[in-house]
């Protein structure tokens, strides 16, 4: 199962993007899931910034860009939307999204953070903002 990513681009400080990730549901493996943006910049590892649970719609942000990202989904279209506002050069990196199966978990249970822990994933689209 593919996903697939667009939006990235080039654009200076302050500036704003929106990353889209269209995920087929009915391919999937399983019933819930959360869907997660990664980015990764060169030389650092993975990270998490941004995740939407299947089950309740709710969000989680990294501290790194929470309250300027924002995280949507568009049920009919199959989409999941990254707004990411005030941008920051240290912003710049590839952005994944990737989808990680919630069945048989709890709502008390964290979704996992771990991209090992993925089932699904995106190609990855750039996003560069400079000084």
């Known amino acids: 199962v593919q996903l697939v990513e667009s939006g990235g681009g080039l654009v200076q400080t302050g500036g704003s993007l929106r990353l889209s990730c269209t995920a087929p549901?009915?391919?999937?493996?399983?019933?819930?899931?959360?869907l997660t943006w990664f980015r990764q910049a060169p030389g650092k590892k993975r990270e998490g910034v941004s995740h939407?649970?299947?089950?309740?719609?709710?969000?989680w942000y990294s501290d790194s860009v929470k309250g300027r990202f924002t995280i949507s989904r568009d049920n009919a279209k199959n989409t999941v939307y990254l707004r990411m506002n005030a941008l920051k050069p240290e912003d710049t990196a590839v952005y994944y999204c990737?989808?990680?199966?919630?069945?048989?978990?709890?709502?008390?249970?964290?979704?996992?953070?771990?991209?090992?822990?993925?089932?699904?994933w995106g190609q990855g689209t750039q996003v560069t903002v400079s000084s």
């Open positions: 990737a989808v990680v199966n919630l069945d048989g978990l709890s709502f008390e249970d964290p979704v996992p953070m771990d991209p090992k822990d993925y089932n699904y």
């Open positions: 939407i649970d299947s089950r309740d719609d709710a969000t």
């Open positions: 549901v009915s391919s999937f493996e399983f019933h819930d899931y959360a």
